[in-house]
């Protein structure tokens, strides 16, 4: 069973930076996407940045320039390093592969304070 599990919870202000990180106990090479999404308070899961198996990547229009997506293939390790945070990033954040199907991690809480 594919497993991804997500760190990096954290408070900041307006303007601070935080990186999360997701853990795969798979090769992250043998994913052909795996990306960050947000859900925010009522609303839907939504895709903030991803990473294509060849590396390509791609950001919802309201983080281009702030988030970056990266991975770390020797560790397994996919990261979203979020700078110029602003209180509407604030949500969970889920990592999901992609291989044969979907695997979720269990999310975690980023609050950004204004």
Do not use: H
Not at 26 to 35: A, D, M, Q, V, Y
Request: glycine share 14%; hydrophobic share 35%; net charge positive.
């Amino acid at each position: 069973q594919v497993q991804l599990v997500e760190s990096g919870v954290g408070l900041v202000q307006a303007g601070g930076s935080l990186r999360l990180s997701c853990a795969a106990s798979e090769n992250i090479l043998s994913f052909n996407f795996i990306g960050w999404y947000q859900q925010a308070p009522g609303k839907q899961r939504e895709l903030v940045a991803g990473i294509m198996g060849g590396g390509r990547t791609n950001y919802l229009d309201s983080v281009k320039g702030r988030f970056t997506i990266s991975r770390d293939n020797a560790k397994n390790r996919v990261y979203l390093q979020m700078n110029s945070l602003k209180p509407e990033d604030s949500g969970v954040y889920y990592c999901m592969g992609r291989v044969f199907r979907e695997f979720w991690g269990q999310g975690t809480q980023v609050t950004v304070s204004s």
